[in-house]
């Protein structure tokens, strides 16, 4: 049975930052492309960030450019998303998407 969790979240400043990872189990990501993507209230599911499955290429909406970092760790079957300078635009619902499996979804909340 495969299963995606996520830890990380949270609430926190604007210009704050946070780390979102998603573990794998019940599935070998390796040659797999893994991303993740978020839902803010009221609004379509978007993707945020793209990783291939070597890690070599990175894709990532305008809107993140420059503050979130998507990377992985193949041995450890993870990937992870760094957020930094977080506005409260960003407030949302994060998941991960492994082929066509998804995550829990994590909270971020960006408020003073």
């Known amino acids: 049975q495969v299963q995606l969790v996520q830890s990380g979240g949270g609430l926190v400043q604007p210009g704050g930052s946070l780390r979102l990872s998603c573990a794998a189990s019940g599935l070998a990501v390796g040659l797999l492309a893994m991303s993740w993507y978020r839902q803010a209230p009221g609004k379509e599911r978007e993707l945020v960030a793209r990783?291939?499955?070597?890690?070599?290429?990175?894709n990532y909406a305008d809107s993140v450019k420059g503050r979130f970092t998507i990377s992985r760790d193949n041995a450890k079957n993870t990937v992870c998303l760094q957020m930094n300078n977080l506005k409260s635009e960003d407030t949302a619902v994060y998941y991960c998407y492994i082929v066509r499996y998804w995550g829990q979804g994590t909270e971020v909340t960006v408020s003073s």
């Open positions: 990783i291939s499955s070597g890690g070599v290429s990175t």
